[in-house]
């Protein structure tokens, strides 16, 4: 089983930053790709960015390119996620998600942290 706990959300006026952090544990925790997702009210589950464990390879939505940086350190079993440039947009519960394997979806999430952007 992998635990997981996001901190790092607020209140931030737009433009301005914010990061987020994702504690993973547990005795099964060997990742093949860790991602941020976010869900705005009314609106579904939106992929944000992701970062492949073993390297570091990132990938991210067309909405958040050029202003978030999704990020690990291995030795913490941890992922970040450095907010730049924010908008009110942007506003949603962030959470974070572990992919255990190539063939797998996504099967482990955290519980959320709301990352309010004030106009």
């Known amino acids: 089983q992998v635990q997981l706990v996001e901190s790092g959300g607020g209140l931030v006026q737009a433009g301005g930053s914010l990061g987020l952090s994702c504690a993973a544990s547990?005795?099964?925790?060997?990742?093949?790709?860790m991602g941020w997702f976010r869900q705005a009210p009314g609106k579904g589950r939106d992929f944000v960015a992701s970062?492949?464990?073993?390297?570091?390879?990132?990938d991210y939505a067309d909405s958040v390119k050029g202003r978030f940086t999704i990020s690990r350190d291995n030795a913490k079993n941890t992922m970040y996620l450095q907010m730049n440039s924010l908008k009110p947009e942007d506003t949603a519960v962030y959470y974070c998600?572990?992919?255990?394997?190539?063939?797998?979806?996504?099967?482990?999430w955290g519980q959320g942290t709301q990352v309010t952007v004030s106009s």
């Open positions: 970062i492949r464990w073993n390297d570091g390879s990132t």
């Open positions: 998600a572990v992919k255990s394997g190539y063939y797998s979806g996504y099967n482990y």
């Open positions: 547990g005795r099964t925790f060997n990742p093949y790709i």
